[in-house]
């Protein structure tokens, strides 16, 4: 059986960076498009249904917004938290810091996977990410 034909429209951000990606692959935009699109699918059942979203969003940005991803940090509330339950953990966690605890880290790993992802497509893009990817 062939595989299925899909027609559609795409925004001219994405479609100059599958050009791009093409060339320097030596591919069609159409396997490039059809690569990045099954990667998508994969990275999708990875990630829980909004990480997934967010980081297929990525995509769509100039390489100004993705720089700025790149540095995002977690907030320093968020940080100070966390480092205050790690500690306070050795001694034992109320149920309710267990949770927070959960979902302080969750935070921080989705800045920290934006963050990656953002260096990854500003390198598929050709920016130069040497001291960015150093820090993601």
Known sequence: M????????VPSTVYEGLERRARRHQRRVEDEA????????????????DLAVAIATLSTLDDD?????????PTVEDGVLLDT?????R?????AEEQMLAALVDRHDRVMVLRAEA????????????????HA
């Open 91 to 95: 001694h034992g966690l109320t149920s």
């Open 119 to 134: 260096v990854a497509l500003l390198h598929e893009r050709g920016v130069d990410v040497r001291e960015r990817a150093a």
């Open 85 to 89: 339950l790690v500690d306070k953990r």
């Open 65 to 73: 917004a993705l720089q700025r991803v790149s540095r995002s940090q």
């Open 34 to 49: 059809a690569l990045a699109l099954a990667a998508s699918v994969a990275a999708d059942d990875a990630f829980p249904d």
């Open 2 to 9: 062939a595989d299925p034909m899909m027609t559609f429209a």
